[in-house]
């Protein structure tokens, strides 16, 4: 009978790399707030350009074409940044309009130079500047439509610095949603570093208002209600002529 002699293997042991465990948005303190301030904050420029246009290419899908731009608040001279992304033409800053139902983040003026200013639900519906709304749900749905890709729809429009650990996005097409933090129904100041959260100005059927929040730990971009009490940023849309 013919003998089979054994094959010897070597086995090549592979270190596992645990995936990274998702962190919880930063939780309410129980008193008095926690001030984290973002390494490099995308504040405001008062500095007008002309639109440019420009095509954002990355391995993350095709082109998306978008050209920059700016405009001037009539109503304080405030100047903002624009970017008009497929048909829509968007502030690429967060509004920064002293109305009633709003105020800065922790009630520092350096807070809202560097973030904008935070709004409960009705004053979002009425400060942005003549000639620009507050942007709708369907304007939400229409712009993640544009982008391509629902899943990292967040990563593309978070600016690539200001997020806590490491959570910043490529701002693949000049949105530059910066982690303002938020204000809870209670008054207590949250989540700088943490998220950005924009009101729109549609409401669930007989509920809340619609939002969208963009987390340091998340590539998608949520969509949820809150009360209308709770103080979030604003971006303001080009009304269609």
Same mark, same amino acid.
């Given at each position: ?48 350009? &002309?639109? $440019?246009?420009? @095509? ?10 978008? !050209?920059? *731009? %700016? =405009? ?9 940044? &624009?970017? $008009?992304?497929? @048909? ?10 002293? !109305?009633? *139902? %709003? =105020? ?138």
């Amino acid at each position: 009978m013919k003998l089979w002699t054994p094959a010897l293997f070597l086995i090549t042991a592979t270190l596992a790399v645990p995936s990274r465990a998702k962190s919880a948005v930063v939780a309410k303190p129980a008193s008095k707030p926690t001030t984290q301030t973002p390494s490099k904050p995308v504040a405001k420029s008062g500095t007008s350009s &002309t639109a $440019t246009a420009t @095509k954002a290419k990355t391995q993350e899908g095709p082109s998306i074409p978008f !050209s920059r *731009g %700016s =405009m001037t608040d009539s109503r304080d001279g405030t100047a903002y940044k &624009t970017v $008009t992304i497929g @048909k829509q033409t968007w502030m690429a800053q967060n509004l920064d309009f002293a !109305s009633d *139902g %709003s =105020m800065c983040f922790e009630n520092r003026k350096d807070r809202c130079d560097q973030f904008g200013r935070l709004y409960d639900w009705d004053a979002a519906k009425t400060s942005c500047p003549s000639g620009w709304r507050l942007s709708s749900d369907e304007d939400w749905k229409e712009l993640e439509k544009t982008l391509g890709t629902a899943d990292s729809a967040g990563r593309l429009l978070k600016t690539t610095t200001g997020w806590s650990t490491n959570g910043n996005g490529t701002d693949r097409v000049g949105f530059s949603a910066i982690a303002a933090g938020n204000s809870d129904k209670t008054g207590i100041f949250n989540n700088l570093e943490f998220a950005a959260t924009f009101w729109t100005s549609s409401k669930k059927f007989f509920g809340d208002p619609w939002h969208r929040r963009l987390r340091f730990d998340e590539t998608s971009v949520e969509r949820e209600t809150s009360e209308k009490s709770y103080l979030y940023s604003v971006r303001c849309l080009k009304s269609s002529p």
